[in-house]
């Protein structure tokens, strides 16, 4: 339907790796194309360092004209990247530990020209002109008072706030080939597009940390684009991916954790593959040990996508169980191994280092895997529970879509933070049912089937800090 070119910026740095399986014929259409930028069509106006200003909720009109699409990744080099990663992760996965600087050199390609996230967002911008714009999203302050007057006052602070994002962005082969979404068309599943919307979500507002899940095209697409805006990453598989059931497949989908480079170094990662009941399950996490390079405070940031479908509660339970006790381990020998870091929250004493747990926990906040992450002794809260107007309940949903058995509309995705270490600053608000729209997610406005959340958080004061139980 939409003639292939590619574009001037991402020619450059991205040919050589999305053609390397396509042949010659295909190298014989590289040749880069000057675009001719329109007025972008992102629904917020930028502040400092390109992200969107806090403000009050509004609405954004839509734009559509003909666009053509280029070409960032084929199936047939994503596929050759996913055979890969099958292949690496066929063992049996147990807690695997890596060392950073040989991660940095497998994961990062050496050389790759720096991008500029501006002109990536003009050029997403330009290539969905055709389609209506994302719901409009502002981020807005945490409803109690207090914690407004202190972000306000901490806005002139050396060190800013730390953004984090978590998004379930929908396996490319499931929403295609399983999900079954019955009022999307297929056509607004076009991977050619799509990542362009997902990718716009990403650059509008820039986290410093992003964690994704249903991850099916890193290879060829989220770590080449996301390393030259200056993030690292890692990318963790699911052992047996549903998406390896679908004939057109890019491989299997996983976890991944990307986080900017200028802004932290890396510690350690863990591998972890959930258990459920002493046996291993399908489920997958990763956790990375970070330092701030500002301030040398550390945190630790875990990404995990727990099982789906009703009636596998106790399994969800078991596998939230047996994550949080791969965290404590984790964060307590960290803390023990560094008793001098610097700052709050850097992790001294038997306290542990301070935790951000991103993902899809496919889990209602009714469900024992919720009671068991918000009455964790590592003293863990839910961000978005800071929309509502008694600060304690969860939003009325964060994943939104009608299938051939119904529609589902539920809260499944979370961001949980150390209460006693950070403070919320700042959320990504939930769109309305009106600007979701009638026929629900995915859909030519919104890539996937769940929403992303987004918050900024800022170490407390040492002063601040409350007493924590262990």
Same mark, same amino acid.
């Not at 910026?9 to 010659?24: I, K, M, Q």
């Not at 078991?318 to 001098?340: E, F, H, M, Y």
């Not at 280092?353 to 993902?359: E, F, R």
């Not at 979370?414 to 959320?427: P, R």
């Given at each position: 339907?939409?003639?292939?070119?590619?574009?001037?910026?991402?020619?450059?740095?991205?040919?050589?790796?999305? +053609? !390397?399986?396509?042949?010659?014929?295909?190298?014989?259409?590289?040749s880069?194309?000057?675009?001719?930028?329109?007025?972008?069509?992102?629904? /917020?106006?930028?502040?400092?360092?390109?992200?969107?200003?806090?403000?009050?909720?509004?609405?954004?009109? &839509?734009?559509?004209?003909?666009?053509? =699409?280029?070409?960032?990744?084929?199936?047939?080099?994503?596929?050759?990247?996913?055979?890969? &990663?099958?292949?690496?992760?066929?063992?049996?996965?147990?807690q695997? $530990?890596?060392?950073?600087?040989?991660?940095?050199?497998?994961? $990062?390609?050496?050389?790759?020209?720096?991008?500029?996230?501006?002109?990536?967002?003009?050029?997403?911008?330009?290539?969905l002109?055709?389609?209506?714009?994302?719901?409009?999203?502002?981020?807005?302050?945490? =409803?109690?008072?207090?914690?407004?007057?202190?972000?306000?006052?901490?806005?002139?602070?050396?060190?800013?706030?730390?953004?984090?994002? @978590?998004?379930?962005?929908?396996?490319?082969?499931?929403?295609?080939?399983?999900?079954?979404?019955?009022?999307?068309?297929?056509?607004?599943?076009?991977?050619?597009?799509?990542?362009?919307?997902?990718?716009?979500?990403?650059?509008t507002?820039?986290?410093?940390?992003?964690?994704?899940?249903?991850? $099916?095209?890193?290879?060829?697409?989220?770590?080449?684009?996301?390393?030259?805006?200056?993030?690292?990453?890692?990318?963790?598989?699911?052992?047996?991916?549903?998406c390896?059931?679908?004939?057109?497949?890019?491989?299997?989908?996983?976890?991944?954790?990307?986080?900017?480079?200028?802004?932290?170094?890396?510690?350690?990662?863990? /591998?972890?593959?959930?258990?459920?009941?002493?046996?291993?399950?399908?489920?997958? &996490?990763?956790?990375?040990?970070?330092?701030?390079?500002?301030?040398?405070?550390?945190?630790?940031? &875990?990404?995990?996508?727990?099982?789906?479908?009703?009636?596998?509660?106790?399994?969800?339970g078991?596998?939230?169980?047996?994550? +949080?006790?791969?965290?404590?381990?984790?964060?307590?020998?960290?803390? *023990?191994?560094?008793?001098?870091s610097?700052?709050p *929250?850097?992790?001294?004493?038997?306290?542990?280092?301070?935790?951000?747990?991103?993902?899809?926990?496919?889990?209602?906040?009714?469900?024992?895997?919720?009671?068991?992450?918000?009455?964790?002794?590592?003293?863990?809260?839910?961000?978005?529970?800071?929309?509502?107007? $008694?600060?304690? @309940?969860?939003?009325?949903?964060?994943?939104?879509?009608?299938?051939?058995?119904?529609? !589902?509309?539920?809260?499944?995705?979370?961001?949980?933070?150390?209460?006693?270490?950070?403070?919320?600053?700042?959320?990504?608000?939930?769109?309305?049912?009106?600007?979701?729209?009638?026929?629900?997610?995915?859909?030519?406005?919104?890539?996937?089937?769940?929403?992303?959340?987004?918050?900024?958080?800022?170490?407390?004061e040492?002063?601040?800090?409350?007493?924590r139980?262990?």
């Open positions: 339907m939409y003639p292939a070119r590619r574009c001037s910026f991402l020619h450059r740095d991205l040919a050589a790796l999305c +053609l !390397s399986s396509l042949g010659p014929a295909a190298k014989k259409q590289t880069p194309k000057k675009l001719s930028l329109p007025a972008p069509r992102h629904c /917020h106006t930028g502040g400092e360092g390109g992200k969107p200003q806090v403000k009050s909720r509004g609405s954004s009109p &839509a734009s559509a004209s003909s666009i053509p =699409v280029c070409l960032m990744g084929s199936s047939s080099s994503s596929r050759l990247f996913g055979t890969l &990663a099958q292949t690496l992760n066929s063992a049996p996965l147990a695997q $530990d890596y060392d950073p600087e040989h991660q940095d050199s497998d994961q $990062d390609p050496e050389g790759l020209e720096q991008a500029d996230p501006d002109q990536l967002l003009r050029e997403c911008e330009e290539i002109q055709n389609r209506p714009a994302r719901p409009h999203r502002d981020l807005v302050y945490p =409803v109690d008072p207090k914690r407004q007057h202190q972000y306000r006052n901490n806005e002139q602070q050396q060190t800013p706030s730390i953004r984090v994002m @978590t998004w379930n962005i929908l396996a490319q082969a499931l929403g295609e080939g399983k999900d079954g979404f019955v009022q999307c068309p297929l056509d607004a599943l076009n991977w050619a597009e799509r990542k362009y919307l997902i990718l716009e979500e990403i650059l507002y820039r986290p410093d940390i992003l964690c994704l899940q249903e991850v $099916d095209h890193y290879y060829d697409t989220f770590q080449p684009i996301l390393a030259s805006l200056g993030y690292h990453s890692t990318f963790l598989p699911k052992p047996w991916s549903p390896l059931e679908v004939a057109i497949n890019n491989g299997p989908d996983g976890c991944a954790l990307f986080y900017r480079r200028a802004r932290f170094s890396l510690l350690h990662t863990s /591998h972890l593959r959930l258990s459920a009941m002493m046996l291993p399950t399908n489920q997958v &996490a990763i956790v990375q040990m970070l330092r701030c390079r500002e301030t040398g405070q550390r945190l630790c940031v &875990a990404v995990t996508h727990l099982k789906a479908r009703s009636g596998w509660e106790r399994l969800r078991a596998q939230g169980a047996d994550l +949080l006790q791969s965290l404590k381990a984790i964060t307590s020998r960290a803390a *023990g191994s560094d008793p001098v610097r700052g *929250g850097g992790g001294s004493g038997t306290e542990g280092v301070p935790l951000i747990v991103c993902g899809d926990f496919n889990a209602e906040p009714s469900e024992d895997v919720y009671r068991r992450f918000i009455s964790s002794p590592l003293g863990l809260d839910s961000a978005y529970k800071l929309l509502s107007a $008694d600060g304690q @309940t969860e939003p009325a949903y964060t994943t939104w879509k009608i299938r051939p058995s119904g529609e !589902s509309c539920s809260t499944l995705d979370y961001i949980w933070y150390s209460h006693g270490a950070f403070t919320v600053d700042t959320l990504l608000d939930i769109p309305t049912e009106e600007q979701i729209g009638p026929d629900r997610l995915p859909s030519y406005h919104y890539p996937s089937d769940h929403l992303s959340l987004l918050c900024d958080v800022s170490f407390r040492p002063r601040d800090q409350p007493h139980l262990m």
